[in-house]
């Protein structure tokens, strides 16, 4: 088994940079790639970034590129998104996931945490 646990997460200005951690434990060799995903309320869970075992190749949603970036630590089996220039449309509960296979898609994914509250204000 493996357990994730998103941080980081919180009330912050449009403009804004914040980081999220997602920390690994358990069986983290069972996790080849590590996405982040988000659902506001009342929407559906979204892809927004992932990132494969060696850090070495990442996936953004259309949406993100260029101002959010996903890297991770093996040492620290962590893996963190750093969102720059939040906007209000942003707001959501950030999740990450893990899993064996590097993609966008959602129910690819093994391993999830409990989330993480990010809120922007105009």
């Known amino acids: 088994q493996v357990q994730l646990v998103e941080s980081g997460g919180g009330l912050v200005q449009a403009g804004a940079s914040l980081r999220l951690p997602c920390a690994a434990s358990?069986?983290?060799?069972?996790?080849?790639?590590t996405a982040w995903f988000r659902q506001a309320p009342g929407k559906q869970r979204e892809f927004v970034a992932v990132?494969?075992?060696?850090?070495?190749?990442?996936l953004y949603a259309d949406f993100v590129k260029g101002r959010f970036t996903s890297s991770r630590d093996n040492a620290k089996s962590t893996v963190y998104l750093q969102m720059n220039t939040v906007k209000p449309e942003d707001t959501a509960v950030y999740y990450c996931?893990?899993?064996?296979?590097?993609?966008?898609?959602?129910?690819?994914?093994?391993?999830w945490g409990q989330g993480t509250q990010v809120t922007v204000s105009s």
């Open positions: 996931a893990g899993g064996q296979y590097w993609t966008r898609r959602l129910e690819r994914y093994d391993y």
């Open positions: 358990g069986r983290t060799s069972s996790i080849y790639a």
């Open positions: 990132v494969d075992g060696g850090g070495s190749s990442t």
